[in-house]
């Protein structure tokens, strides 16, 4: 058996990784340089989703509060899910948004919380459910957003639902857009809206 030198162990290992409390100190260092080095290198890691929330409720220079939203993105898993669904009803348009982006790259752990957020007492939160649902599969995407049109009672929800189902809707959406289209006959835009989306789904489906 031939004798591998160290020096090419070492060289082929690579740099070894942050520790984890070095990465959370840096987190929280008055260098906006250090802590984006910090959340860059948090992402994929194990326990790094509460230091990388914490941090997400004081940051205030966007290039790192990107960097959290990205690292919390690629560890995923229910506990940054959780961790980012409360920024749906912040009044910051930053993380606001940067919890949506986050959020659309993580369907398949975002799907179970999806019906609960559809039904949210309050409508901007079920208006941003919407676009969340646009990166989900078209059939369970449909469905979703089938529901939305036959039971919610606001316009500005239901054009949102809208507005996804013609993107990404499916053939089975049309009989539900129609019956919308009657309840909301008398809204100034919303028939026009649900007529244009059953033009798109019939056009995508030949």
Sequence with gaps: ???????SLDKTAGPAPEPLDRLATDLRDPDPERRWSAARHMGGLRG?????????KSESEPRVLQAIFTSLTKTGGEDSV????PWLRSDDAARRCGAIEALQMMPDV???HMSELLRDSDSDVRILACELVRKMPPEGATSLLCAVLDHDDHASVCAAAV???AEIGT????????RCRERFI??????FAIAAAIESIDNRAG
């Design 110 to 112: 975002v799907r179970p």
């Design 163 to 165: 507005d996804v189902l």
């Design 186 to 191: 008398r809204d100034p835009f919303l028939p």
């Design 1 to 7: 058996m031939p004798l591998i030198r160290r020096e």
């Design 82 to 85: 959780l961790a980012l669904l």
């Design 171 to 178: 053939r089975d959406a049309v009989p539900v857009l129609e």
């Design 48 to 56: 790094t989703v509460a230091h990388l929330a914490a941090a997400l």
